[in-house]
């Protein structure tokens, strides 16, 4: 069992950054894939970012501004959020996906994914 503890959220001005962390235990965090959602009030659950061993993915809205990355060291992944918006808002979640083999991808189905964090809330204002 994995389990995953996200942290940093918080209120902050449009414009300004964040930077997310979710430190997992309970298993080897090299041998997973992490990734990053969000839900905003009112809508779905919706992908932001993940990374692999290799490869980083974000979703179209977040690209060029928010930024992911690993420490494995620390089992720790970030999620670096820059130039926020009003749209940001949302409680972010930190999921974990084991991976299968030696190749992973992004499915875009939540049910890749194999645990979940509790989420910590981020509050974009004007």
């Known amino acids: 069992q994995v389990q995953l503890v996200e942290s940093g959220g918080g209120l902050v001005e449009a414009g300004g950054s964040l930077r997310l962390s979710c430190e997992t235990s309970?298993?080897?965090?090299?041998?997973?894939?992490m990734g990053w959602f969000r839900q905003a009030p009112g809508k779905e659950r919706e992908f932001v970012a993940a990374?692999?061993?290799?490869?980083?993915y974000y979703a179209d809205s977040v690209k060029g501004r928010f930024a992911i990355s690993r420490d494995n060291a620390k089992s720790t992944v970030y999620l670096q959020m820059n130039k926020l918006k009003l749209e940001d808002t949302a409680v972010y979640y930190c999921?974990?996906?084991?991976?299968?083999?030696?190749?992973?991808?992004?499915?875009?189905?939540?049910?890749?994914?194999?645990?979940w964090g509790q989420g910590t809330q981020v509050t974009v204002a004007s």
């Open positions: 309970g298993d080897t965090f090299s041998s997973y894939a």
């Open positions: 999921a974990a996906d084991y991976v299968r083999g030696s190749v992973w991808g992004l499915t875009g189905h939540d049910d890749q994914w194999d645990y």
């Open positions: 990374i692999s061993w290799s490869r980083t």
